[in-house]
């Protein structure tokens, strides 16, 4: 490698908001009080919240040197496992802020809002295409609560035919949120084991599903970037106990144009935009998780739904055995508009391109870091490999070691300590944007960083070395929590 | 296409790395009969200019302002945001970003919510407040959960004139689990009757909404005090954060979680989301929190710095024993809302809140002068209800043609109150089209009339 | 984390299954979570303990403890109604770490039948047990 892409440049420190400002500065424009002041009751008045003053330039400077501060995949590669942070194509801002749409009221009547109508119905029947399924609802604002909504529906479903089951399957290789997601619907959640392989066998499925158990919270391709290949096996024993499949579909990213969800068995299953679609993450969200179902599911979906007539779209609120509402409104339609805009600029081809490319890319870092990293399960992965800290342990290196010191190399770490079944788990989902050249300086710096655990353990002990901050305490954080200023 | 990145030669030379003759070989641990055998059915793709031309066209047939003139709200503000906000929040190392699992490489972010956390606690008048979630009935829904979850109580009372929406989001979440919601009916002067407080047992909390449905202030004194005789929790929400610019805050009558919608502080209509659910709390109730939570804390050199904290009542540890499902959020909706009331700060915050309050009592006395019935007569913020006589869809509609709408009607939510709508006045408003609108309304309700 | 020889398991104590500890003293007994439990957390950061007058019966849930990452539940070794908590763990949860079998207790109760005592580990069946599952 000639020469590190990670470096130092000027950045500012910057105070807390109140610990800047002066009273009477205002960093607003505001409008001139064009009628008569009408006091309030003085008994109902407040004295104002307590917020510093600043100027438009303190406002400005403030965010402008705390976003500095951030890592952004727009700075450069960030393989967070089972996030799938691909390039967020700057167009799709563009249109989400055309006034047309960041200003719409969401109860203005139907005839004033063909356009978002248009985009959420097409948005539907897009999803349900790329799925395989018979129908989608948009409303889940992110893919924990698209989660939620599958198990309403798992239980409205249940309730229509009479029945009320307590259970539902999850195996060790679903997703982190599952299991409260499920809790939430009050299910139990009953967990599973994958195999040998890293996946999970018929049999185990066979062995817990019973006429108790609601069905299963399949993560397809799973936890540990391997498609669940016993997946109708799994359907039909599920289905036979009357039970249905749940399919997280977060990781949707590795099969788009490639196996189709809604003729391998799955019932329901849920999208993240924010992941396979390409809308940004923006820190922590707001993401959007809609739910795609087979037929049998549709009239529970959450109203309202987006039914067209004659070229005329409306929201239809009249749906007798929905489940209800999952938001006030209909949800992150600033989020649906980018996925949207995402769909209609790759086309068939080039969505199935980029689950192609995923996938290579994942199998080439798995590839090429065999040799370097202990690699638990050694077979073709799908959009995310997983490996571990199991070589380094004779050094006392952990995992979190490595991560840090990526950082000092200029790289988002990948996903660590998930998924649980790997100890020491490194989880690296590069997606299908990054080029070969940035894919093979990640590759050259987890090999520099495990020659380094080697001869200079302390490099990575003590790392990061070249971020704003060191190693931060995490537990006094957690003791004395200090939350607000 | 100019997202991906790969040439035939990488794509060659990848290939022989990792053992695959095609792209398609890399499938070959899923099953034949789980491959899709045909092409997906989508439209062709677009260039980046054909797009702009697309949606521009579908745009345009979007009622918006400056070209219509609302005076609606209902849970969704048209407010003033300062090119600065939407500028700021546009950086992309803010937008890039994923949910700060690595503090060290994402200061920024952690710096800005433990800043939003905390003039949201003090916009509240609350201790802590939670880093955001998805809206405004999603935190309600959570908080009544919280609630639950603390007291051990299995029944919430809940006002009917919380948003009728928020009241439907609550019934779906409830539903499979069997807790119990009853509705507390209202009074002739526009705020919640709790009369029925008094005959419920094992009750976790009752929540009202203030401002509430109507616009009308509830009186949160008396409301707290009922809830605390009841040994329950006292949940007071709102639709318009910025209420709170000029009214008495949630926290000064004793609340024990105060939590709503923070869509009004610099976040944009965009057809009803992403907004900004808001949860604040008192410190004894901390760990019982739903969602993200960002602290301070030191660096190995003793400097100041930020993480995710208390990160064991989350869904990735807690499992199914979580406080909430919640991982992804409304992060950056919530970084709006921060720079949004930092760019207020306490002065504007007040003037702006001000005028929405003036105005709206402008635009109440003006319809009052005319003529229309204001049902309610409790003190309002910036919406109120009024009575229109019968047949007055016509007019609405006709308004609509001339691109003013006259508020929502709300008969639909309450079937009791025929030709009652609620009309929203804030900042954005002039007098001028407050006359306007007035005018538009005595013409045809003077025809009505005759 | 420590080499099972690297534990401290006073003899004067018994073992529950889920590394509780118990140990008479007098009429009541005190509870405690073990060196090897402490040890396996890592840095303590809140515990969350019963009320004084609860009731509980051998084998409840009755304190949860939570270090950065990780979160577990602690069941009561012997059924009993609880007499006092430890109330210095609410600013000091480290003591815990610091002091498993001293300052770092959890609850003292009054055990319904003491004898309950008989039917926990000992120190030495503890160790055993450990480097059985070793």
Same mark, same amino acid.
């Given at each position: ?44 008045t ?39 942070m691909?390039? +967020? ?7 989400a ?10 109860l ?38 698209g ?98 499949v749940?399919?997280?579909g ?18 329901v ?81 080039n ?11 994942? +199998? ?11 690699l638990?399960f ?12 199991? +070589?380094?342990?004779?050094d ?39 080029s ?6 990640y ?18 002990r ?24 | ?16 790395v ?68 939407s ?32 003039l ?60 119990d ?54 949940v ?6 910025l ?47 739903p ?77 009052k ?11 309002t ?29 709300i ?7 025929a ?14 089209e ?11 309700n ?5 | ?59 409840g ?11 577990v539940?602690?069941y ?28 770092g ?6 055990p319904s039948d ?16 450990l480097?059985?599952?070793?």
């Open positions: 490698m000639t020469e590190l892409m990670g470096t130092t440049g000027l950045i500012l420190n910057e105070p807390l908001l109140w610990e800047k400002g002066k009273k009477g500065r205002c960093g607003f424009s505001l409008p001139k009080q064009d009628v008569e002041p009408s006091p309030l009751d003085p008994e109902l407040g004295e104002g919240p307590d917020f510093p003053d600043l100027s438009e330039v303190d406002v400005v400077r403030h965010y402008t040197r705390l976003s500095q501060w951030n890592f952004g995949l727009d700075t450069g590669m960030y393989p967070l496992g089972s996030c799938t691909k390039y +967020n194509p700057k167009t799709n801002e563009r249109q802020s055309l006034p047309g749409f960041s200003g719409a009221h969401p203005l009547p139907d005839t004033l809002s063909q356009g978002a109508l248009r985009i959420m119905f097409e948005l539907e029947q897009y999803l349900t295409e790329i799925t395989g399924m018979d129908a989608a609802t948009l409303q889940p604002a992110a893919g924990a609560q989660e939620l909504t599958g198990m309403l529906l798992v239980y409205a479903w249940h309730q229509s035919r009479g029945s009320r089951r307590s259970k539902i399957i999850v195996p060790d290789t679903a997703h982190g949120t599952n299991p409260s997601s499920a809790a939430l619907c009050g299910y139990r959640p009953v967990a599973v084991k994958s195999n040998d392989k890293g996946i999970l066998s018929a049999e185990v499925v066979s062995e817990v599903m019973d006429e108790d158990t609601a069905g299963i919270m399949i993560t397809n391709p799973n936890t540990l970037g391997l498609f669940e290949e016993n997946i109708l096996e799994i359907a039909d024993i599920v289905h036979s106990m009357g039970g249905l749940y399919c997280d977060a990781n949707m990213n590795a099969v788009m144009g490639v196996a189709q969800m809604g003729k391998i068995g799955v019932d299953m849920q999208l993240n935009l924010h992941k396979t679609f390409s809308t940004p993450h923006g820190g922590g969200g707001p993401g959007s998780g809609p739910v795609c179902v087979k037929k049998d599911l549709e009239p529970f979906l959450p109203v309202p739904r987006i039914v067209q007539k004659e070229g005329r779209y409306a929201l239809d609120e009249n749906r007798p055995d929905s489940i209800g509402k999952l938001q006030a409104f209909y949800g992150n339609f600033g989020v649906m508009l980018k996925a949207y805009c995402y769909i209609r600029t790759m086309g068939p081809e969505l199935k391109k980029a689950s192609q490319f995923a996938v290579l890319n994942a +199998n080439y870092i798995k590839e090429m870091l065999k040799d370097t990293l202990h638990p050694d077979r073709p992965c799908m959009h995310e490999c997983v490996f571990s800290d199991k +070589n380094q342990t004779p006392h290196i952990t995992t979190l070691d490595m991560a840090k010191r990526l950082m000092d190399y200029g790289f988002h770490p990948p996903t660590i300590y998930f998924p649980l079944v790997v100890q020491g788990a490194i989880m690296v989902e590069p997606t299908e944007t990054e070969k050249e940035d894919i093979d300086r590759i050259e710096a987890f090999k520099a960083i495990v020659d380094e655990a080697k001869h200079d353990p302390d490099l990575l003590q790392a990061p070395h070249k971020c704003k901050v060191r190693r931060l305490d995490e537990t006094t954080a957690a003791r004395k929590p200090c939350l607000a200023g | 296409m100019h997202y991906l990145p790969h040439t035939a030669e990488d794509i060659g030379s990848m290939l022989r990792v053992g695959a003759d095609t792209l398609d070989d890399l499938f070959s641990t899923i099953p034949d009969d789980c491959r899709l055998k045909a092409d997906l059915d989508l439209p062709d793709p677009l260039t980046e200019w054909e797009l702009n031309n697309h949606m521009e066209g579908l745009s345009c047939q979007m009622a918006v302002a400056p070209e219509y003139k609302l005076f609606m709200g209902a849970g969704s503000y048209e407010h003033f945001i300062p090119a600065s906000i500028y700021l929040l546009g950086r992309s190392e803010f937008v890039t970003s994923y949910t700060p699992y690595q503090p060290e490489m994402s200061q920024g972010t952690l710096q800005a919510v433990y800043e939003y956390q905390t949201a606690a003090r916009l509240l008048g609350m201790e802590v407040a939670t880093a955001s979630h998805y809206d405004g009935a999603t935190a309600l829904t959570e908080s009544l959960l919280m609630a639950i979850r603390i007291t051990g109580r299995k029944r919430v009372a809940v006002s009917s004139l919380i948003h009728p929406l928020y009241r439907k989001t609550i019934r779906t979440y409830f539903e499979p689990s069997g807790y919601v009853v509705e507390l009916p209202y009074l002739e002067n526009g705020t919640t009757d709790l009369g029925r407080v008094d005959e419920l047992d094992d009750l976790a909390a009752v929540a009202v909404q203030s401002p509430n449905f109507f616009g009308c202030i509830e009186d949160l004194q008396k409301v707290g005090e009922k809830a605390h005789e009841k040994g329950a929790f006292f007071p929400s709102f639709t318009e954060a209420a709170y610019g000029l009214l008495k805050n949630p926290g000064s009558y004793g609340a024990d979680i105060a939590c709503g919608e923070g869509q009004s502080l610099g976040i944009p209509l965009s057809y009803g989301g992403p907004a900004l659910g808001m949860i604040a709390t008192n410190k004894k109730y901390m760990r019982k929190l969602g993200r939570l960002v602290g301070q804390t030191k660096d190995l050199d003793g400097r100041r710095g930020f993480v995710l904290t208390l990160a064991t009542r989350e869904q990735h540890i807690r499992r199914e024993k979580a406080t909430s499902n919640i991982c992804t959020n409304n992060s950056l909706c919530a970084l709006a809302a921060a720079m949004y009331m930092a760019s207020l700060g306490r002065t504007g915050i007040r003037e702006l809140a001000r005028q929405n309050h003036d105005k709206a009592e402008y635009l109440k006395s003006q319809l002068a005319s003529g229309f019935n204001i049902p309610f007569d409790r003190p913020f910036n919406e109120f209800v009024v009575e229109f006589p019968p047949g007055f869809e016509k007019t609405y509609e006709r308004l609509l043609k001339k691109k003013i709408v006259p508020g929502l009607s008969s639909p939510f309450y079937p009791e109150l030709n009652h709508y609620l009309l929203c006045v804030t900042e954005t408003r002039s007098k001028e407050m006359d306007e609108l007035v005018r538009g309304l005595t013409i045809d003077s025809k009505l009339r005759d | 984390m420590k080499k099972i020889n690297e534990l401290i398991m006073p003899d004067d104590l018994r073992y529950a299954e889920d590394h509780e500890w118990a140990r008479l003293e007098g009429d009541r007994v005190r509870v405690g979570l073990d060196d090897y439990a402490q040890d396996q957390l890592g840095d303590i950061v809140f515990v969350e303990l019963p009320q004084v007058g609860d009731t509980l019966k051998k084998g849930e009755f304190a949860t403890v939570e270090s950065v990452k990780a979160v539940e602690c009561i070794p012997v059924t009993g109604e609880i007499t006092d908590v430890n109330k210095e763990l609410e600013d000091a949860p480290e003591l815990v770490n610091q002091s498993p079998y001293g300052d207790w959890f609850v003292e109760l009054n003491a004898s309950e005592m008989e039917t926990l580990m000992t120190s030495t069946e503890c160790v055993e047990k480097k059985g599952a070793e």
